[in-house]
């Protein structure tokens, strides 16, 4: 029977990556984010009361929508113009997420599969609810004896977000127009030095996605998730300088580290995801197992 005050721990983590869909949540005050009639993403009342400023790009709220106006027609009109807005905001004290000004894009569409109808900075996204995909990479190998060990990565100090907290062995954001196996390739060089013939090996293996809230908007987020097998005498090694260490840790031990309040919490559900589709957790043994399984995998 696993731990209850560990289960107890890890469901907490679940729900409050869930958060935007709890009873009480913000999502009742918020303004869906509509282009051309499909919804995109959420709007805070907060942002939504700068919007009104700018009446050449967003339409005022209407049946609980922002939009934007109809002149903007097209991926690059809609773009600029949102973007032009978003330069103003950086002026805004109250808008902390534009302080981390990442000159990044990320599309902006209705699911993964549709045609991108604009790009967006990506420090932004979350003012409007915007869905952000990334790629995750579980490093791990197997003895000779058959135990599993798991690389983990110890962010950088420096990082804008979650500076110094444990982390998959390699991770990033989907950029606009990037491809996922392009991303996975060169985040595990640029983040752990791996070779690309050694990354491509890499296998698709599961999706983990959540939406929460907090004081900087609404995080609609999806990682595609990805297992590689290392060889035993391979070591990740610090490259762009994002990661300040590598560990290479028992099952049992990454297992006990996520409920330390250690791990950047995505990171942590990507785990999470690990040990549930390698059989570590089993439903006869731990009483959450269902719950774990629902919060990895939420709808947006």
């Known amino acids: 029977m696993a731990s209850s005050s560990w289960s107890e721990k890890i469901l907490q983590l679940l729900r409050r990556m869930n958060n935007f869909y709890s009873a009480g949540s913000g999502r009742s005050s918020c303004f869906r984010f509509e282009i051309d009639g499909a ?61 981390g000004w990442r000159d990044e894009r990320y599309s902006v569409k209705p699911s993964f599969s549709d045609v991108p109808l604009m790009w967006m900075e990506r420090a932004a996204t979350s003012l409007f609810g ?38 998959n062995m390699a991770a990033g954001g989907l950029a606009a127009g990037v491809g996922i196996k392009y991303t996975l390739i060169k985040e595990c060089e640029e983040e752990a030095c791996i070779p690309a013939d050694i990354a491509v090996k890499a296998r698709p293996v599961s999706t983990v996605s959540y939406t929460y809230e907090d004081e900087e908007g609404v995080f609609p987020e999806s990682q595609f998730v990805f297992d590689l097998k290392l060889p035993l005498d391979f070591k990740p090694c610090i490259g762009d300088g994002e990661v300040q260490e590598f560990y290479l840790l028992p099952i049992e031990t990454v297992k006990e580290l996520l409920a330390a309040d250690d791990f950047k919490p995505n990171s942590a559900m990507v785990v999470l995801d690990f040990l549930i589709r390698h059989s570590f957790l089993e439903p006869d043994a731990e009483p959450y197992y269902q719950e774990f399984v629902t919060g990895l995998h939420q709808t947006f």
């Open 39 to 99: 919804q995109v993403g959420w709007i805070p009342p907060n942002v939504a009361a700068l919007l009104t400023r700018h009446t050449d790009v967003f339409l005022p709220p209407q049946e609980g929508a922002v939009s934007l106006c109809p002149s903007l027609d097209c991926y690059e009109r809609r773009s600029e113009a949102v973007n032009e807005v978003l330069e103003t905001l950086r002026q805004e004290s109250s808008l902390t997420c534009l302080r």
């Open 130 to 167: 915007v869905k952000r995909y990334g790629v995750h990479i579980n490093g791990y190998t197997v003895s000779d004896s058959g135990e599993m060990s798991m690389w983990l990565a110890r962010r950088s100090i420096a990082k804008q977000t979650y500076p110094g907290l444990l982390d």
